[in-house]
């Protein structure tokens, strides 16, 4: 059947119809009186999900690019910094770090953990000199499905008092709480086609006043990804660059829904979405890649045994319609990843599940009671 | 009434419904069979449209960031390089080429005239020690409506045989010919809002073998718009981060349209576009700002005497509901400019100037002959 897709992983993330039919109203100029108002309403949404009273930036980029600009604007060459590395997006950010001749340590951790908050302190703590400039890190790693503790390693970030902390929302940020202003997060990027509900196409950076005081002597090159060029034009409800007029009237009705939801109510969503599918997946016999104290609420990663994650995932495509992510690198073909991002629902969490649990059967798995999955998503659900 | 505006601004330009209703559709994952089947067929439609047999590179980035991409990604700190200013993006690469660090020598005209060539050709005969490595040009200068003589530049560049030519053709792709591969242009970039009738979030830059030589030891600091990653990636089908999947939809169905239409077709229609616009100007006592031998097959850019460039444009817009745009920097306010570029046909012309005279009568205007334009515009398309 044509266009039955259905979109379980942890991005492009599904869209309301409500947004698709408001990107495809035909667009005006972006230096119109009429889009200015638009862009001062979702101006004004970004810093309520973003609980921070600082202006959010928005960027034609690809969450990438969003977290490129976090970095870049707000450092100089040769700057040291730490970057949190336990799956492909920390790794990335230590890559794009180098590319500018910073000074990179990582702090890794085994892909699957989390990143352990100690390492980070006893580094902060030993750098007297105060020469570490920044803690880049990764929130919620899409790669492994692994919430790394942003709150404590925070606290060490504070505790050193120099180094600005840079973080990758791009699957926290709509799933989880991400209080900018309560924790001092300097740098927060984050991507559209996640939990913003909306498709790709827009990045998001909130930078607090500490990070702007870093960015007027920051000397790496930057044009197109410079913050300071978007914070004068946002400041007046408009944009440096021309912006992707259709996707901001997306962006505008996602942001109006998720008003009306309420955090609390996304939150605690995302969080009953995540705990129905970790119990369904450990209710047929698999296992939850990322351990229960830092399951990710934008994915679920999946480890099977006896049984080929890629056979699941082209069954669940071929007979079923539902597209779940693979591994990256290394990970290829050993995990497979359930996405429960943005515009999702326990009914779908149900019906993946559902046919999660057929294709197992399909594929002669024997590990799992048929209807137990689905049985354990429910009594969460219910509970 | 409402959403009954017409778009007569040289970008966003005019958008086709099919495009439109193509956007509006769920996205699906960008690392599926399906997603790639489409950016194939994309791929080799832009080869068609920049008539190169090189792939053409698509970035989530407005224009200024795709001319930037095609900027650093060939040239290391310190390179000499000749920037071409007439107009706001000519001056626009000027001031990249500095963020970067690069020796900036710019060859000026006023805005309004176009570049001169010999000023080029002067510069490149004289650097016989091949220290020059690239020229960088605005084709179609937005901003003033000039057309620049690209051909005739890239002679000379030729001649010189190290510098690389770099082309911003944002308001020329699918305007005018720019036959790249017949030229040798080395980097030519372009933006989806404006010949490529889609909506802004697009960008796009086509690189030269010779360029990608260049690639290879140029050392200024990139990742996001680190063109070698979508080089690989683009040649397997896909994208190096995650692409505004909607938009690719518009996309596609905007250069199935494009296709149908044909090259010579489209760039016959924007001459006669160009021609009636300019006609009509005239005809109406205003003058075009860009001479007859240099104008812009995008935009017509209109200097008015003895009534006010913003009051024409604020009556056009209250009482007509037409945006036409207004002049940037220094000639904010002693210009507009009529947008003929990507989704505009004659009838649309007819009506933009029919608006405008009536604009002109209600201004009490006495310098034009009611009808004068329309008639002016009638000839030159019957003709």
Redesign the interface.
């Known amino acids: 059947m044509k ?1 039955k ?1 259905m ?1 379980m ?1 942890p ?2 993330t ?2 309301p119809a409500q947004v ?2 408001a ?10 009186g009429d889009y200015s108002k638009i862009q001062e309403e979702v101006s004004a949404n970004l810093k309520w999900l973003h609980q921070t009273a600082q202006d959010v930036q928005m960027l ?6 969003a977290m ?1 600009a976090g970095i ?1 604007n707000f450092l100089s060459r040769g700057d040291r910094v730490l970057v949190g590395c336990n799956g492909k997006f920390g790794e990335r950010w230590g ?2 770090a180098e ?3 910073l000074n990179v340590e990582r702090i890794t951790a085994e892909w699957g953990k989390p990143l352990d908050p100690a390492a980070f302190q006893e580094k902060l703590a030993a750098d007297t000199e105060k020469q570490i400039k920044a803690v880049i890190l990764t929130h919620s790693e899409t790669s492994t499905a692994v919430l790394n503790d942003l709150e404590t390693i925070n606290k060490a970030v504070k505790e050193h008092g120099e180094a600005l902390i840079m973080v990758d929302a791009v699957t926290s940020m709509g799933a989880i709480s991400v209080p900018i202003d309560e924790w001092g997060l300097d740098v927060v990027a984050s ?1 559209s ?1 996640k939990g913003f509900m909306i ?3 827009l990045g998001f950076v909130a930078v607090s006043e500490k990070a702007w005081k870093a960015y007027e002597t920051a000397n ?7 913050l300071g060029k978007y914070r004068k034009a946002t400041a007046k409800h408009t944009t440096p ?7 901001v009237f997306g962006l505008q009705v996602a942001l109006q829904m998720m008003r009306e939801e309420g955090l609390e109510a996304i939150f605690a969503r995302h969080q009953r979405l995540t705990q129905g599918t970790r119990a369904a997946v450990k209710a047929l016999g698999l296992s939850p890649f990322a351990p229960d104290d830092c399951a990710s609420p934008a994915v679920t990663a999946v480890l099977p045994t006896g049984i080929e994650a890629e056979a699941i995932r082209s069954t669940l495509r071929n007979k079923f319609d539902i ?1 779940m ?2 591994g990256q690198d290394h990970l290829k073909g050993k995990i497979f990843r359930i996405g429960h991002l943005g515009f999702v629902c326990e009914r779908d969490i149900l019906a993946a599940i559902a046919a999660l649990e057929a294709t197992l059967q399909q594929l002669g798995y024997e590990g799992a009671t048929p209807g137990a999955g689905v049985a354990a998503a429910a009594a969460v659900f219910v509970g």
Chains 1, 2 share one sequence.
């Open positions: 266009d897709n979109l992983i991005g492009p599904p869209v698709l039919q990107m495809a109203k035909h667009p005006i100029g972006h230096r119109s034609t980029v690809s969450g990438t690019g490129e870049i890559e794009v590319a500018y001749g991507g086609q498709p790709p196409g790496l090159p930057r044009y197109y990804l410079d660059f021309t912006p992707p007029v259709n996707l597209a992510a693979g």
